[in-house]
């Protein structure tokens, strides 16, 4: 049986409504974002969006506020599932921007990326599910506050977080197997873009 | 090669980088091992906490390094856990009760 479901999360229907889901609720608390925000954040068509927000904002899992001629929708926080429902998403498709918010301001970060199962899985690739995420941090940041970052993530993800941390010439030298493969791999940017 | 002289040769080391035979990974695993435990007694909590968390994203590392596909460090890492881990060692031989 094909299924379009998200290997992260298998109990919504598709990937691109797990994927717009997870951009309402992982935004940063009081940013609403329009229509066209989620359609561009998600790769989703808007017509597909449109549908998918009018059926959460049916069954009360997001609300939507007009500012001119903009709907911009949020989470419904009042809704009795949304403490459920955020942590759901945070822990299965949530790393990369709760790691995006504890490395945020951090000196030294050239690049940030999520590889490994974690990655895999959030590209559509099917396996087991993760037990750890993979962190790779790229510049001259200090390390303890990088560890620092990870363990105040990893609560909150509900599973540890690894960081690899190489100097920007170790990552493009890629002198081991390792690096290798995490090269040929799939990335999940955290901050900026891996070279 | 020891940790030191790959910290200074900036190496990266990983699984499956031949950096250092198999066998002598093994034991320096069983022997990291043994200190790991006593470590993790000595400490315990209160102030060592934080020394005892170090020492387990240390040991994480090397577990992961030694037998996950997706483990490797940079030369960084290992510079900054060297001197991590000589501060857990001295924490652990101040705790060591003194003979009188």
């Given at each position: ?7 992260l999360?298998?109990l919504?229907?598709s990937?691109?409504q ?8 992982l935004a ?13 954040a ?10 998918e927000?009018?059926r959460l ?18 989470p ?10 955020r ?7 949530g ?11 951090l ?21 087991d ?12 940041p200090d ?12 609560e ?10 190489l100097?920007?010439?170790e ?25 | 090669?020891?940790l ?15 950096d ?7 034991e ?7 200190v ?19 020492l ?20 960084a890492?290992?510079?900054a ?9 001295a924490?652990?031989e ?7």
């Amino acid at each position: 049986m094909r299924s379009n479901a998200p290997p992260l999360l298998p109990l919504f229907r598709s990937a691109a409504q797990a994927r717009i889901l997870a951009s309402i609720f992982l935004a940063p608390e009081g940013r609403g974002q329009s229509l066209a925000d989620l359609a561009r954040a998600t790769g989703t068509l808007a017509g597909s969006v449109h549908r998918e927000v009018e059926r959460l904002e049916a069954a009360g899992l997001v609300r939507s506020e007009r500012i001119g001629r903009t709907r911009l929708i949020q989470p419904d926080t009042d809704a009795p599932i949304y403490d459920d429902l955020r942590g759901l998403i945070t822990k299965t498709l949530g790393p990369a921007a709760v790691l995006a918010r504890a490395l945020a301001g951090l000196p030294g970060i050239d690049a940030a990326a999520i590889f490994g199962s974690w990655a895999a899985r959030y590209r559509g690739e099917p396996g087991d599910a993760p037990a750890d995420v993979d962190l790779l941090v790229i510049g001259a940041p200090d390390t303890g506050a990088i560890y620092a970052a990870c363990r105040a993530s990893e609560e909150e993800l509900g599973r540890p977080v690894n960081a690899t941390i190489l100097s920007h010439d170790e990552w493009t030298e890629r002198d081991s197997g390792f690096l290798k493969t995490v090269a040929r791999g799939p990335l999940v940017s955290v901050v900026g873009e891996v070279p | 090669m020891s940790l030191e002289a790959l910290a200074r040769a900036g190496r990266i080391v990983s699984a499956d980088a031949g950096d250092v035979a198999a066998h002598e990974l093994l034991e320096r695993a069983k022997r990291l091992e043994s200190v790991a435990l006593y470590a993790e007694a000595a400490l315990g909590s209160g102030p060592h906490a934080a020394h005892v968390r170090e020492l387990d994203r240390m040991r994480r590392t090397r577990n992961r390094v030694e037998y996950d596909e997706w483990g490797g460090f940079g030369a960084a890492e290992i510079r900054a856990d060297l001197e991590r881990a000589r501060a857990i060692v001295a924490a652990v031989e101040a705790s060591w009760p003194t003979s009188s």
